[in-house]
């Protein structure tokens, strides 16, 4: 009898330990496309959250503790969304966690309000995200200003007439809105406008309509499926130049895309963590993505550090406090500043595709 009860007794004593180990950790829970039309978007962001955790922890962690991410997989819909961020922040008291697609995080947006759980966006870019809840940070800029740049670039370079391809969704209606209202203020005009859907395949109707229209440039706000409109777009002889945001970097490197321009947010690709990326994950390329979630680990860790200095429990309002507070985060990746506000100030550039490389074609600070 005796026996058994010390084997109970060391089994609450070691589950115990465990316990308190896991409490220890400080977790941060990913929101991120892995499965559906976004996976390889959000395999690339997550790839970025694995290695900055990794290097972080290499480094003895933040106090001594280990950083964990929780993952779940929104698959980009706004309801598996839902249920993925109660799962995190109800099952796993997770008090950061980080976001990708403008309807996915608009739509948990208000749970985080109403939990105080930090919600860190390092992807999506659509406008109504500048004026989300308070537990919304952006460490990226809003399509805004890029669509604008955009605007005055294929204006003066391209042409003076426009087609709109984009998603019908969030950071699609925003990208459309706010290029075909810079495109007409400069004196061009939106001859076509073609919405499609998240998870679509076929877009050559959308395409020869274009084609027909006599556009002269083509602006795309699409946040999948890039190698499918690429390859589709090839096939139809004569196209007209093709632009886009930074959701449209994923183009690079596909058959058809060479050639295209997009906006991106101006950030450094450090040759050896490129190199280890690469290695570590099997592709090609360091790519937008997995820099900016790579780096918003950072700025989240360095949030957790302010906080625990203090002596503070490290919740969702004090790491946004801890953010807004320390205002700058410089990296080999980005400079990126909060000037009193949700949303990061980041310099744009425009880019060409080449065949194995992008070319700076201009540049907005």
């Known amino acids: ?20 180990a896991y409490a220890e950790d400080l977790l941060i829970g990913t929101l991120l496309p892995l499965t559906g039309p976004g996976s390889a978007t959000g395999t690339e962001q997550q790839n970025g959250i694995n290695l900055a955790i990794k290097h972080i922890n290499a480094k003895g962690g933040i106090h001594g503790r280990m950083l964990k991410a929780v993952v779940e997989d929104s698959t980009g819909r706004p309801d598996q969304a839902v ?9 796993n008291n997770v008090q950061v966690v980080m976001s990708a697609y403008s309807s996915v995080t608009l739509a948990v947006d208000p749970l985080a309000a109403r939990k105080e759980v930090l919600l860190v966006n390092a992807g999506a870019q659509s406008d109504q995200l ?28 391209l042409g003076s007439s426009a087609a709109l391809l984009y998603e019908n969704a969030a950071a699609g209606h925003s990208g459309r809105d706010d290029f075909a209202k810079a495109f007409e203020a400069l004196g061009g005009k939106v001859v076509a406008d073609e919405p499609t859907e998240f998870g679509q395949t076929n877009y050559r109707p959308s395409l020869l309509a274009i084609k027909a229209s006599g556009a002269q440039v083509l602006y795309i706000a699409v946040t999948q499926n890039f190698a499918a409109i ?28 060479e050639g295209w321009y997009n906006t991106t947010v101006v950030s450094k690709i450090p040759p050896a963590l490129a190199e280890e990326f690469k290695t570590e994950y099997k592709v090609d390329f360091f790519e937008v993505q997995s820099r900016e979630y790579y780096n918003s680990v950072f700025i989240i860790a360095d949030a957790m550090k ?27 990746i980005a400079d990126i500043t909060f000037d009193g506000g949700n949303t990061a100030k980041r310099p744009i550039a425009i880019e060409q595709n080449g065949k194995d490389e992008r070319k700076v074609i ?4």
Do not use: H, W
């Open 230 to 257: 690429a390859e589709q777009i090839s096939l139809i002889p004569n196209f007209p130049a093709v632009i886009g945001n930074t959701f449209s970097t994923p183009f690079f490197g596909k058959p058809g895309a």
């Open 1 to 20: 009898m005796k026996k058994i009860a010390f084997a109970v007794a060391a089994t609450l004593l070691m589950a115990g330990a465990a316990t308190k």
């Open 130 to 157: 500048a004026t989300a809840s308070p537990y919304l940070i952006n460490t990226i800029p809003q399509i805004q200003g890029e669509a604008e740049f955009l605007a005055q670039f294929a204006k003066q370079k």
């Open 362 to 365: 201009d540049f907005r600070p």
């Open 83 to 91: 249920l993925g961020f109660n799962r995190l922040t109800d099952l």
């Open 306 to 332: 302010k906080v625990l200095d203090e002596g503070k429990d490290v919740n969702g309002t004090n790491l946004r406090d801890a953010i807004l507070a320390i205002g700058t985060f410089k990296s080999d």
